[in-house]
């Protein structure tokens, strides 16, 4: 059975940095492109990032271009999200989510990351 | 990558059919035929109901219907039940690998 399971939310006061981490099981996580997609609280979905199967690729929504890192290391079966220059408007939960056809087919449950003084 | 234009809120008995807009440009929900739809109750994650449009994963009921007319997407959910109550968000490809969602809809069950 596919899951997957964020972890490294937190409370971080601005400016500071922070990694995610998405653990993935019970599919070839290396054959997948995978994404991190946030909702600040109350709002709706916002696209982050995508990185290829293979990391040969990364994209980034430009909220967050320069400042965020996607990665993943298909030996440990993880995805990560290295934000740095953290903003308040970068309060959200953060979800990863694997991606078929252009549409996010399975995600997990979400870790929130809360940016304040 | 502005965002795509749902309505806020839509609501319904049980029982009827309630449809949901999605607008978009030309550049996102009318060049592409990668729109995909998602539920989401409270708390919880997104739970992807249609996606290229028109097609339903495995396991969602055909109560769930997408649609498509130039750079508007809708999504019809027929004989509405209580469960069906959550936020909806829209999604689409917008090109050179960027994705773009909608605001989401909150759909009331009266």
């Known amino acids: 059975q596919e899951q997957l399971v964020e972890s490294g939310g937190g409370v971080v006061q601005p400016g500071r940095s922070l990694r995610l981490s998405c653990a993935a099981s019970?599919?070839?996580?290396?054959?997948?492109?995978m994404h991190w997609v946030r909702q600040a609280p109350g709002k709706g979905l916002e696209w982050v990032a995508v990185?290829?199967?293979?990391?040969?690729?990364?994209y980034y929504a430009d909220s967050v271009k320069g400042r965020f890192t996607i990665s993943r290391d298909n030996s440990k079966n993880t995805l990560y999200l290295q934000m740095n220059g953290l903003r308040v408007e970068d309060t959200a939960v953060y979800y990863c989510?694997?991606?078929?056809?252009?549409?996010?087919?399975?995600w997990g449950q979400g870790t929130l990351v809360t940016v304040s003084s | 990558q502005s965002a795509l234009t749902q309505p806020p809120s839509a609501s319904g008995s049980p029982g009827q059919s309630v449809t949901i807009s999605c607008t978009g440009t030309?550049?996102?929900?009318?060049?592409?035929?990668?729109v995909s739809w998602y539920r989401q109750h409270p708390g919880k994650a997104p739970k992807l109901m249609i996606y290229?449009?028109?097609k339903r994963p495995s396991g969602v009921p055909d109560r769930f219907s997408g649609s498509k007319s130039g750079n508007t997407a809708s999504l019809t959910v027929s004989g509405l039940q209580a469960e069906d109550e959550a936020d909806y968000h829209c999604?689409?490809?917008?090109?050179?690998?960027?994705?773009?969602f909608g605001g989401g809809t909150k759909l009331t069950v009266l």
């Open positions: 989510a694997r991606v078929i056809n252009y549409a996010y087919e399975y």
């Open positions: 019970g599919f070839t996580f290396s054959s997948y492109g």
């Open positions: 990185i290829w199967f293979d990391g040969s690729y990364r």
């Open positions: 030309s550049s996102d929900v009318g060049g592409y035929n990668y």
């Open positions: 999604s689409s490809y917008a090109g050179s690998n960027n994705w773009v």
């Open positions: 290229e449009v028109n």
